[in-house]
């Protein structure tokens, strides 16, 4: 029960606080959760656009839940997203004719081994080298930004516009959106982020590896003394963290822009933090906190023009009240002590 | 062009320093500090507010620094007092800067994208670039040679001969965490009102990381990681100057590669693969008395 009730309890924390700071600021805080439900949920297209959102938010959920269990903190799904994406529209620029099944499926390959590498090798530098993947993940990311930025500037910029992109990628790269959304980008990529959400937990909770994984994960020596071969379980936790990040790189490029923008994300790998915390590292918790920052990342875009004093910002305040109201353990247990008394 | 490029490398470095010398603090005393972002940025934003307000740079910087200090105490209250995971809280109060400055801003001057301009007369100068290396030196003799400096070092080595001294360590810790804020928001007041003229939604654009970095590269050590932050300034000082620049055929170089440089040093030092850096022992691990 409690395991359920605390993520609701720190939601309703963040929320409440939050709402509290756009009163505040001059709104009426029932207006704004009224601007929020419905331009988030209001119509068909904005359901898909926080449908749109929810899809990367899984994906990064789960490249930083998968690293959690093998006991790893994996703050590098910016950069791993970032490469992803950028090597899916690489691939995509690079070989235009491809027809349309074998097309997407080489670039989204294209787009999980460019995660897989740029995951394993903070893993591999943790493994062998002994350096934390916390420092190393963080570093990546700005190698990652400062590689797309290169490479869209320099080898494939589009020419056709002064917008930091790279050349469309062929017709027969781009996978079917569904229409029932209004024309909301609601792609292909939103079933394969449920599938990779219930392939980690079948190979986390029902493989001999997964079990290996966790072992890591909770105590590392006793897994030593049983024979598991930490290192390797680190490396590859972290290739498949990389790797599911990479996938956003599918629905951004082949479901929807059909080329690279730089900046692209809204900072998707760092809201995965707070999706897999929330989600309680489990992948059935990854995706429900998934839509739920989905659905905050798109009501709160509404809030520019439909309120006075408050703006779209208020979607990164709520979603740090909800990490710090997760993340202290402490609090629960100090508010239960009290209730005890 | 020489002196330019040296006069540029201690303006940009200066940022740089306040917060790795913050970020130093707070690590030295077994305190993960990723929060040096956000600590920077509210730092940077309330320096503007006032200085705009006050027409005085000194008072800015003051209020910045009260402002890192503030978000350090919260920082400090997630992970000394409620023991919460140093990397997710930090990565919490990265967020709610980077939300709350432009939120802000919009009640204060109804825009979201910066505050107005603050006139050239009211900004500071040169002060910043002395005041750091005084502070360099400040720390390196407080952190030496006072029982202060002695207690925040033993808090992330030791921390249980601290507490057998009979020195609380959490005490040590908070010390440390607050004058890692009030150094974070200097450096971030130093961006706001000595390296530009405004503040703007997430003018810091990664220093607080790049500080980390440097603080990483100079083994959590005064001097060198000033030195650190020398280094990664001059990066940064050629990459601005080289922009747009064509050296060779008509191609402008690509200044990529000089800004992502600070970043791959930090991992290969990190490694051990150049030189060797080693963290606090007791870096990220919350105490508790038994």
Known sequence: ?341 | MTSQLLASTLRVSTPLIFAALGGMFSERSGVVNIALEGMMLVGAFAAAVVTLITHSPWAGSVCGMVAGLAFAALYGLFVIRLRADQIVAGVGINMLAAGLTPFLCKILYDVTGSTPSIPIGERFQTAPIYLGWILVTICFLWLKYTPTGLWVSFAGEHPEALDAAGVRVNRARWIAVLVSGALAGLGGASLSIFLSSSFSRNMTAGRGFMALAALIFGKWRPLPTALACLLFGFADAVQIRLQGVALWGEEPVPVQFIQILPYLVTILVLAGFVGRSRPPKALGTPFQKE
Not at chain 1, 170 to 187: E, T
Not at chain 1, 191 to 205: C, K, N, R, S, Y
């Open chain 1, 1 to 341: 029960m409690r395991k359920f009730l605390q993520p609701v309890l720190a939601v309703l924390v963040g929320l409440g606080l939050g709402l509290g700071f756009t009163w505040i600021a001059g709104e009426n805080p029932w207006c704004v959760v009224q601007i929020l439900g419905k331009s988030a949920f209001g119509s068909g297209y904005d359901f898909g656009m926080t449908l749109f959102y929810t899809t990367p938010l899984i994906f990064t959920g789960l490249a930083v839940a998968v690293a959690f269990q093998a006991g790893l903190f994996n703050i590098g799904a910016e950069g791993q997203l970032t490469l992803g994406a950028l090597a899916a529209a690489a691939v995509g620029a690079l070989f235009r004719r491809l027809p349309w099944p074998v097309a997407p499926l080489l670039a989204g390959l294209a787009a999980l081994l460019t995660g897989s590498v740029w995951g394993a090798i903070p893993g591999w530098l943790r493994a062998k080298r002994g350096s934390h993947e916390v420092i190393n993940t963080i570093m990546l990311n700005f190698i990652a930004a400062g590689l797309a930025s290169y490479v869209t500037l320099y080898l494939l910029k589009n020419p056709d516009t002064q917008n930091p992109e790279t050349r469309a990628i062929g017709r027969g790269f781009l996978i079917h959106q569904f229409g029932m959304f209004g024309g909301a980008p609601v792609s292909t990529a939103l079933p394969l982020a449920i599938m990779a959400a219930v392939l980690v937990w079948i190979l986390l909770w029902q493989t001999a590896i997964g079990y290996e994984m966790r072992a890591v994960g909770q105590n590392e020596s006793a897994a030593r003394v049983a024979g598991i071969d930490a290192s390797k379980i680190r490396i590859l936790a972290m290739a498949m963290a990389g790797g599911l990040a990479g996938l956003v790189g599918v629905g951004e490029v082949l479901g929807n822009a059909g080329k690279f923008r730089l900046g692209f994300s809204p900072e998707y790998g760092f809201i995965g933090i707070a999706v897999a915390l929330l989600g309680r590292n489990q992948p059935v918790g990854v995706v429900a906190a998934a839509l739920l920052f989905g659905a905050l990342h798109k009501g709160t875009a509404n809030l520019d023009l439909e309120t006075e004093h408050v703006t779209r910002d208020v979607s990164l305040i709520l979603q740090a009240l909800i990490i710090l109201s997760v993340s202290a353990e402490g609090l629960w247990s100090w508010m239960k002590r009290r209730g005890d008394s």
